[in-house]
């Protein structure tokens, strides 16, 4: 990276000994900063957003769960409550 770095500089010929080269490797500098900055207040926010929905999903999930008769866990493996179709064929939904 530094060697393509002297290389951009030696190329600037005239303009190397300007002070542009500074400027810019500041700002570049700055921007990467803010980037990761930004990056992580984006993470931040959307972890409280996520665990505030999956929160609400299982505060559903737990008053469904209410609303069945124990009988029914007696008849249906635990495993099958919430998502009855997986692993099964369509021969299984006209039993029902």
Same mark, same amino acid.
Do not use: H
């Given at each position: 990276?530094?060697?393509?770095?002297? +290389?951009?500089?030696?190329?600037?010929?005239?303009?190397?000994?300007?002070?542009?080269?500074?400027?810019?490797?500041?700002?570049?500098?700055? &921007? /990467? $900063?803010?980037?990761?900055?930004?990056?992580? &207040?984006?993470? +931040?926010?959307? #972890?409280?957003?996520?665990?505030?929905? /999956?929160? +609400? *999903?299982?505060?559903?999930?737990? #008053?469904?769960?209410? $609303?069945?008769? $124990?009988?029914?866990?007696?008849? /249906? *493996?635990?495993?099958?409550? &919430?998502?009855? *179709?997986?692993?099964?064929?369509?021969?299984?939904? +006209?039993? &029902?």
């Amino acid at each position: 990276m530094f060697q393509t770095v002297k +290389r951009i500089i030696r190329w600037c010929g005239e303009f190397r000994g300007n002070q542009w080269a500074g400027r810019s490797l500041f700002v570049i500098a700055v &921007l /990467v $900063l803010l980037w990761f900055l930004f990056s992580y &207040l984006q993470a +931040r926010f959307q #972890e409280a957003i996520s665990f505030e929905l /999956v929160t +609400r *999903d299982q505060l559903a999930i737990g #008053e469904a769960l209410n $609303l069945v008769s $124990l009988g029914y866990f007696q008849q /249906v *493996d635990t495993g099958n409550i &919430l998502m009855p *179709d997986v692993g099964r064929g369509p021969e299984w939904r +006209r039993r &029902l």
